[in-house]
């Protein structure tokens, strides 16, 4: 034990540190993320709540309806913390920065082992762990599980974090084994990626919605088969998931035995998973020390740049090609556009696929209201993919920024070069989103118009608030980019962000209400088209504030920076 008590100490002393040591100044941000996971609980638990209250309701199928939601959500974490466990293990086994110090120690095997299990497995499971609170929360309210239920919770939950852990483990080292390490990531991400695509687009295209129109079902039977789940008795979801429903729905099952199956499976993989990593981790961890061989770029992509960028100055024409460069050689990063790809489509069939036939409300009146409020999900899809994209703008220069400091470019260039850099690719898919759903809907013209120029405001203030932000709170000492927008200043770009929209939907509200009555009462009101200018016009002032404010804030903080 005090081996691996000496492996764990710097985590745990570093995570000390955070929480206690380094408090001085930042209780009002501490505050803001503490206001934000109550908040995000609190809905979590009611949006829960609600949908088990309606199960409950269901005569004699509500406690299978459920218990098919439980298999559901634990299913969910389950393939969740296999997945995330392979990409974290993968570092903290073989990548990780002190490795060679800690290699060149007298450390035992099996504590350095057992350390670093300790440590994929929390990475790995806090997550899903801040997840799954509001939830059993739920469960044990609507069905009074009680305090059985939740001392239930305490003693499987644990066990089923475990399972998952040691086998994302035991399969990162088989892989390493045979493999490269710096190129398992690739292949990983790769792997994961088009899987979390093909259940996303057969899960939308399957029409879930349909499970809530029994009617459109000729029997049912037919409709409980519809709405069964896979499950297997072979998996620790379905384990857990027996032992809740013996608690809450009073399932007569043998507790004892699923608990004791989960017990034996977080007991012996680990131990096994150690005895494999005893035997390969050796040669798989000095084929991680081999550098990755470069490639070398032709020039059609700069041809391709350099017309691209041809408006630009020359100072901001640097930048955004080296950007765009970093941005391609990154496998993490471009990938990410074929997730845009897969939002798009879904986005677009939801809109092909309402019932507006079935709705009491006149469908051209419905038309107009659904293409109002997609401006506000527009807005929201836009200021999600800039958290993700234009906050990290300045941050991604990383530990190298001092060479920026100190060249002949001012720091005003660096950032309307990252603002432009982003709002072109954002500009192009919220006018693509806006004008395809609007199309998909058979708007008016005029509504057409609005939603066009309303979207193309709103994406310069969008953009401007995720790079200006960005530079107010950089990070450049980070280790993954997935960690600058979950942030603090990541979650203050998506707070602004969206009260920037709101307040643009707001203002068009009153006027649009008025032309769309005009469109189902022709005559009714001299209303003319003008009545929306005054709101565009306020719009446009709006608009100006929210790319100038964030701006003007990320450079100030960039140039205290420097100085």
Known sequence: MRPLLVLLSPRLLSWKNDLWMRQEGNWPRRLVLICLTLGFWIATYWAIKRVLVYFQDVHELGPALAYQLLLIILLTFLSMLLFSNLITSLSTFFLAADLDLVMSTPTPPSAFFYSRLIITAFNSSWMVLFFSLPVFAA????????????????????????????????????????????????????????????????????????????????HFLEFLTAMETPSSPFLPSSWSAEIFASVLFQKPV????????????????????????AAVYLSGWSKAQEARQGRRQGHLLDQILKGMTYLFPPTLKTIMVKDIKTFLRDTTQWSQLLLLLALIVVYLYNFKVLPLDRSPIPTSALRMVISFVNLGLAGFVLSAIAVRFAFPAVSLEGKAFWILQTSPIPLRSLLWSKFWLNLVPLLFLGEILVFLSNMLLRVPPWMMTLSLITVFLMTFGITAIGVGLGARYPKFDYSNVAEIPTSFGGAMCMIFSIAFIGATVMIEAWPTYLLAMEGLNPGSARIGIWVIAPSIGLVLLLTIGAVIVPIKLGLNRLEAIKD
């Not at 608990?259 to 150690?274: E, K, N």
């Open 254 to 277: 043998d507790l004892w035995f699923f608990y004791a199956l989960l017990m034996s499976y977080a007991l012996f993989l680990p131990l096994m998973t150690s005895w494999i990593s």
């Open 139 to 218: 469960y044990g309210s609507v069905f009074g599980g009680g305090n059985l239920f939740y001392l239930w919770v305490v003693l499987v939950f644990p066990l089923f974090l475990i399972i998952p852990a040691a086998l994302g483990v035991l399969i990162t080292h088989l892989l390493v084994y045979f493999l490269p390490a710096r190129r398992i990531r690739e292949i990983l991400f790769f792997i994961g990626l088009f899987t979390f695509l093909l259940l996303y687009f057969l899960f939308r295209f399957s029409q879930p919605e349909r499970l809530v129109q029994p009617e459109a079902f000729g």
